[in-house]
């Protein structure tokens, strides 16, 4: 696409949509969207997020924001019909309608599925910016249409967007081999937490420093988590296993892992966590894995190294990518090696420990969220 350049003295008025809602912790869309938005706010961009109407995904008691603006951010609500693959159809289109009028400078689509929608604000000139979080249409609790749509989606990205980021070098590849389409690396970032004591969750789960291995994540198919419990059920270990997360629109999957771990009771599973819980859980853990067969960038393993954890990861790129020998991994799909590296790890504290020390400055230090927001404004920009 030809580039149009902004001045780098110019403030930017910019539209954000293809999330679920900001602020909000219900996938890593919605966190990266929430930082973006918030600090672009905080240089003095004006800043407009279109929300979809509904509930947070893990159930309305955990709604916990409403109003019309967040950090100096925008918030506008758009018509959506919450139902298994129309949600993310149906607000992109009315986001994309409402944002070709509107005066804006850049309007950024998150996620694959929403770019179906980015040829409306074309038609009105507008400067259109993808992030493709990741291959979304492989993710197995798509129905065949919803897959076909996301496709779509992918290819209208590549048609239309004056720029696309993606956030490994995995997709960057596949892009380039795939459309010949060139694409722009801008991976995630993450905060520096305060590490904090095991109170809440001594007090809900029984489970302290050390007691315990973690997932956290959605409860969906191609995060592996079928594969943990069955490596973990085989382990000879007083630790627990924590699952904590929510099912996305994949109940009956949820089901049958809860059926899968109910013949083991050291296994537990917490449901959605936020705020003080989640805090914990990423302080407190013996070794956090992400099983995956499937990601974009995992902001959970981003944020996982950042609390300082040993980290277990399956060998997918994505995943390799981010920690490089910063952690262990295992052989994707591969139950009995998964099993393995527990039990060297359950076994070897000094290990823990070794990784522990270097995982935490290394994300730090390579994923910056204020460098990821002036690399995305450049982009912006047309430089």
Not at 48 to 76: K, M, P, Q
Not at 235 to 246: E, F, I, P, Q, R
Request: glycine share 8%; hydrophobic share 35%; charged share 30%.
């Amino acid at each position: 696409m030809g580039k149009k350049n902004i001045s780098d003295k110019q403030k930017l008025n910019i539209a954000m949509l293809g999330h679920k809602r900001v602020p909000s912790r219900e996938g890593g869309v919605e966190v990266v969207v929430t930082e973006l938005s918030t600090r672009m706010a905080k240089l003095g961009h004006k800043v407009t997020c279109y929300n979809r109407l509904g509930h947070h995904v893990a159930g309305e008691e955990y709604d916990s924001f409403t109003g019309d603006a967040y950090e100096g951010v925008r918030l506008i609500n758009v018509p959506t019909i919450n139902r298994k693959g129309l949600a993310a159809a149906t607000s992109s289109l009315f986001g994309a309608i409402k944002v070709a009028f509107g005066k804006y400078d850049v309007i950024h689509f998150h996620a694959e599925g929403p770019c179906a929608t980015m040829w409306i604000p074309k038609l009105m000139g507008k400067r259109c910016i993808a992030t493709v979080h990741g291959l979304d249409h492989k993710r197995q609790k798509w129905s065949r249409f919803a897959s076909a749509y996301i496709m779509m989606g992918e290819k209208t990205a590549v048609k239309y967007a004056d720029e696309i980021i993606v956030l490994s070098r995995n997709v960057q590849k596949y892009f380039l081999d795939r459309y010949g389409r060139k694409t722009i690396y801008i991976p995630n970032g993450v905060n520096r937490p305060v590490i904090t004591e095991p109170h809440n969750i001594k007090k809900k789960f029984g489970i302290g420093k050390d007691e315990y291995i973690l997932f956290l994540g959605r409860l969906v198919p191609e995060k592996g988590i079928e594969y943990l419990i069955k490596a973990f059920m085989k382990l000879d270990t007083d630790k627990k296993l924590v699952v904590a997360g929510s099912s996305s629109d994949t109940q009956e999957f949820v089901d049958r892992i809860h059926e899968l771990a109910s013949k083991d009771d050291r296994i537990i599973f917490t449901g959605f966590v936020q705020g003080r819980v989640l805090s914990e859980l990423l302080s407190n853990s013996y070794v956090y894995v992400i099983p995956s067969d499937l990601e974009g960038m995992p902001l959970t393993l981003l944020e996982a190294m950042s609390y300082g954890n040993c980290c277990l990861t399956s060998d997918i790129p994505e995943c390799i990518e981010v920690c490089g020998d910063k952690a262990v991994s295992f052989r994707k799909g591969d139950i009995k090696d998964l099993r393995s590296k527990l039990k060297m790890l359950i076994d070897d504290e000094d290990m823990v420990k070794n990784y522990r020390i270097e995982a935490s400055e290394y994300v730090c230090e390579h994923y910056n969220w204020d460098k990821i927001v002036d690399e995305t404004i450049r982009v912006y920009r047309g430089l």
